[in-house]
């Protein structure tokens, strides 16, 4: 037992190494206790001023730079109040050096506290504290008794508060011990998670056979499972970054990841990580990163800047390779911001996997196409005559890519229920070929025969679309959006919706403005594990149109597909009163150079 009294130079005790020591800060932050009273800790402290008939007992926990306390009580405001001081104001660090008790019968007499700031600010006079500490022996803090005025501790007194102590720090390892099981059983689910993704990635790839879809769903899938945010690129034949996707798992950091997939096709220096793993196929794992990371690989201030934003903390790139080909195509980047738990060598298998499953996905793209004549034959059958309606006014059109002779999956439909209620569906499926368009006919006949003479919601259609392709295996990856229109009893039309990772419906208001009916994305259709849904609501007045698309409106290979919605949301603002075909063609007309097929249904409440 210490009494505090060795001094050190200058008659001050000087920083302690314990309080850095990570594994003693791992352990506090295990359990998950912070400046907030806590039930079971007031208790203790309770019991301490009771047993002691002390004003003030608290129960410490000591980081690096501040003691906080769980359980509390007899405090002066405003610390009271915050539950925290900070180490200027701490007497319970020395334990922490000491691990030992720490007892002062006047602490104004003992070098190692005398100018410490509790005295003054919180009346600590006469101290009696004893360690806490976790199932290994670190010290996390104290169990302290303090009077504002000197006083004799009892041989007692102490040994009552070394069993309250006992108890505590029993107490403190069950947190731990509940905090580690917690995690085991995260990690499990993550684990499972990440088989499933492994287990339906394949079939999501192996649907989409153009390149930006491809990057775009499989970033969609990584993130926020494997990582806080993810960067999918892909090479040209020269060898340089030619088109990346950018996904966070915060939709209000969208723009940052825009701007950041942009300058990644400019602004990577010759120590950049991406280019390593592009010239030797290797992957990289960097657990632990700063941003002077970024700034060796890039060039110029902007990316280091936008990644400071977005969370880096921890990091790793693999390769996209086609394996029989002997080609790197590209490379997967996933980050961890400092929220988060930083990657370790079961995160960079799982992500080589990935790349390796990619590649594949991506270079076998190449050899479909055939059958053009009676997959458009088949597409064309698919897209029937649009119903004509009392309230409602509906136009659409469907053209296949300017460039390719290939045919897509990209459909729509509507159609009416008996209680006269409207469907409207749009949807895509992955891919360019026969495949895709028989597909794309299988799930238009399942949205009609699943949907129709049913009052279920939205969400609970798409969900027995969902149940239904896995069911009857349906492979393929798809997108769609489906929406029952209903008359609401005042001239306009109440719109439910589910949105099945595809383009946001746009709605152009009666006066002219743009509102996309916008919602938290949820996963494409097609995965091998149920996914719940979500129906959403909104209302079109009269005047009002709901504009339902395919992404081949407004993606294109050298920019994100954020700038192509926003140009799209300006193309639409003040078009209230243009005819719904004339809309159409408009819209049409102003996709210049499409790299993919495209599907629009218009739908005017009136």
Same mark, same amino acid.
């Given at each position: 037992?210490?009494?505090?009294?060795?001094?050190?130079?200058?008659?001050? @005790?000087?920083?302690? +190494? #314990?309080?850095?020591?990570?594994? $003693? &800060? =791992?352990?506090?932050? /295990?359990?998950?206790?912070? !400046? *907030?009273?806590?039930?079971?800790?007031?208790?203790?402290?309770?019991?301490?001023?009771?047993?002691?008939?002390?004003?003030?007992?608290?129960?410490?926990?000591?980081?690096?730079?501040?003691?906080?306390?769980?359980?509390?009580?007899?405090?002066?405001?405003?610390?009271?109040?915050?539950?925290?001081?900070?180490?200027?104001?701490?007497?319970?660090?020395?334990?922490?050096?000491?691990?030992?008790?720490?007892?002062?019968?006047?602490?104004?007499?003992?070098?190692?506290?005398?100018?410490?700031?509790?005295?003054?600010?919180?009346?600590?006079?006469?101290?009696?504290?004893?360690?806490?500490?976790?199932?290994?022996?670190?010290?996390?803090?104290?169990?302290?008794?303090?009077?504002?005025?000197?006083?004799?501790?009892?041989?007692?007194?102490?040994?009552?508060? @070394?069993?309250?102590? +006992? #108890?505590?720090?029993?107490?403190? $390892? &069950? =947190?731990?011990?509940? /905090?580690?099981?917690?995690? !085991? *059983?995260?990690?499990?689910?993550?684990?499972?998670?990440?088989?499933?993704?492994?287990?339906?990635?394949?079939?999501?790839?192996?649907?989409?056979?153009?390149?930006?879809?491809?990057?775009?769903?499989?970033?969609?899938?990584?993130?926020?499972?494997?990582?806080?945010?993810?960067?999918?690129?892909?090479?040209?034949?020269?060898?340089?970054?030619?088109?990346?996707?950018?996904?966070?798992?915060?939709?209000?950091?969208?723009?940052?990841?825009?701007?950041?997939?942009?300058?990644?096709?400019?602004?990577?220096?010759?120590?950049?990580?991406?280019?390593?793993?592009?010239?030797?196929?290797?992957?990289?794992?960097?657990?632990?990163?700063?941003?002077?990371?970024?700034?060796?690989?890039?060039?110029?201030?902007?990316?280091?800047?936008?990644?400071?934003?977005?969370?880096?903390?921890?990091?790793?790139?693999?390769?996209?390779?086609?394996?029989?080909?002997?080609?790197?195509?590209?490379?997967?980047?996933?980050?961890?911001?400092?929220?988060?738990?930083?990657?370790?060598?079961?995160?960079?298998?799982?992500?080589?996997?990935?790349?390796?499953?990619?590649?594949?996905?991506?270079?076998?793209?190449?050899?479909?196409?055939?059958?053009?004549?009676?997959?458009?034959?088949?597409?064309?059958?698919?897209?029937?005559?649009?119903?004509?309606?009392?309230?409602?006014?509906?136009?659409?059109?469907?053209?296949?890519?300017?460039?390719?002779?290939?045919?897509?999956?990209?459909?729509?439909?509507?159609?009416?229920?008996?209680?006269?209620?409207?469907?409207?569906?749009?949807?895509?499926?992955?891919?360019?070929?026969?495949?895709?368009?028989?597909?794309?006919?299988?799930?238009?006949?399942?949205?009609?025969?699943?949907?129709?003479?049913?009052?279920?919601?939205?969400?609970?259609?798409?969900?027995?679309?969902?149940?239904?392709?896995?069911?009857?295996?349906?492979?393929?990856?798809?997108?769609?959006?489906?929406?029952?229109?209903?008359?609401?009893?005042?001239?306009?039309?109440?719109?439910?919706?589910?949105?099945?990772?595809?383009?946001?419906?746009?709605?152009?208001?009666?006066?002219?403005?743009?509102?996309?009916?916008?919602?938290?994305?949820?996963?494409?259709?097609?995965?091998?594990?149920?996914?719940?849904?979500?129906?959403?609501?909104?209302?079109?007045?009269?005047?009002?149109?709901?504009?339902?698309?395919?992404?081949?409106?407004?993606?294109?290979?050298?920019?994100?597909?954020?700038?192509?919605?926003?140009?799209?949301?300006?193309?639409?603002?003040?078009?209230?009163?243009?005819?719904?075909?004339?809309?159409?063609?408009?819209?049409?007309?102003?996709?210049?150079?499409?790299?993919?097929?495209?599907?629009?249904?218009?739908?005017?409440?009136?």
């Amino acid at each position: 037992m210490s009494d505090g009294s060795t001094p050190t130079p200058g008659g001050r @005790a000087g920083p302690s +190494a #314990a309080l850095a020591d990570p594994d $003693r &800060l =791992r352990s506090l932050a /295990d359990t998950r206790l912070g !400046a *907030r009273p806590d039930e079971a800790f007031d208790r203790f402290a309770r019991l301490v001023a009771d047993l002691l008939d002390v004003p003030v007992a608290l129960v410490s926990l000591v980081d690096a730079d501040r003691q906080f306390f769980p359980g509390a009580t007899g405090l002066p405001q405003p610390w009271a109040r915050r539950r925290e001081t900070p180490l200027s104001h701490s007497f319970c660090q020395h334990v922490v050096d000491l691990e030992a008790p720490m007892v002062l019968p006047d602490a104004r007499l003992y070098p190692r506290v005398q100018d410490n700031l509790a005295v003054p600010d919180l009346g600590v006079v006469a101290y009696a504290g004893v360690p806490l500490t976790d199932l290994d022996g670190r010290v996390l803090g104290s169990l302290c008794a303090i009077d504002g005025k000197p006083r004799a501790w009892t041989a007692a007194q102490l040994q009552t508060l @070394a069993d309250l102590a +006992a #108890a505590c720090t029993s107490e403190l $390892r &069950l =947190r731990i011990a509940l /905090d580690g099981a917690e995690q !085991a *059983r995260r990690q499990a689910e993550e684990a499972h998670e990440r088989l499933a993704l492994l287990a339906g990635l394949s079939e999501t790839l192996a649907g989409s056979l153009d390149v930006g879809t491809a990057l775009r769903q499989l970033g969609a899938t990584m993130v926020p499972l494997l990582a806080d945010w993810c960067l999918v690129s892909v090479v040209g034949p020269d060898g340089e970054v030619r088109d990346v996707a950018a996904v966070h798992r915060d939709p209000a950091q969208a723009a940052d990841m825009v701007r950041f997939a942009h300058l990644m096709r400019t602004r990577l220096g010759p120590e950049s990580v991406t280019r390593a793993v592009l010239r030797t196929g290797e992957p990289v794992l960097a657990s632990a990163a700063t941003i002077a990371d970024v700034r060796r690989g890039t060039r110029g201030p902007e990316l280091p800047e936008i990644a400071e934003r977005l969370g880096f903390a921890s990091h790793l790139t693999v390769p996209i390779s086609d394996v029989g080909r002997g080609r790197v195509l590209g490379t997967i980047t996933l980050v961890n911001g400092p929220d988060r738990r930083h990657f370790d060598d079961s995160d960079l298998l799982t992500a080589v996997e990935i790349g390796r499953r990619a590649g594949q996905a991506i270079g076998n793209s190449s050899v479909y196409g055939e059958q053009r004549h009676v997959a458009h034959v088949l597409q064309d059958s698919m897209l029937s005559p649009l119903p004509t309606s009392n309230g409602l006014e509906l136009a659409a059109r469907y053209q296949p890519a300017a460039d390719r002779v290939e045919v897509g999956g990209d459909w729509y439909d509507a159609f009416h229920q008996p209680d006269g209620d409207l469907v409207a569906a749009i949807g895509d499926v992955a891919g360019h070929d026969i495949e895709a368009a028989a597909t794309m006919g299988q799930l238009r006949n399942l949205v009609r025969g699943n949907a129709y003479g049913r009052g279920d919601t939205a969400g609970d259609l798409m969900r027995h679309l969902d149940d239904t392709m896995r069911g009857l295996r349906i492979t393929g990856a798809a997108t769609a959006v489906l929406a029952r229109l209903r008359p609401d009893g005042t001239g306009g039309q109440s719109l439910a919706w589910c949105n099945a990772g595809h383009p946001a419906p746009l709605v152009v208001r009666v006066g002219g403005a743009v509102e996309p009916l916008a919602a938290p994305p949820e996963p494409l259709l097609g995965l091998t594990r149920p996914v719940r849904r979500t129906t959403h609501h909104a209302r079109l007045a009269p005047g009002d149109t709901l504009l339902l698309f395919t992404d081949g409106l407004v993606e294109r290979r050298d920019r994100a597909i954020d700038v192509g919605l926003a140009g799209l949301a300006d193309r639409l603002h003040g078009t209230d009163t243009v005819p719904l075909d004339r809309l159409c063609e408009l819209l049409l007309a102003s996709a210049h150079h499409r790299e993919d097929d495209v599907a629009l249904l218009a739908v005017r409440a009136r």
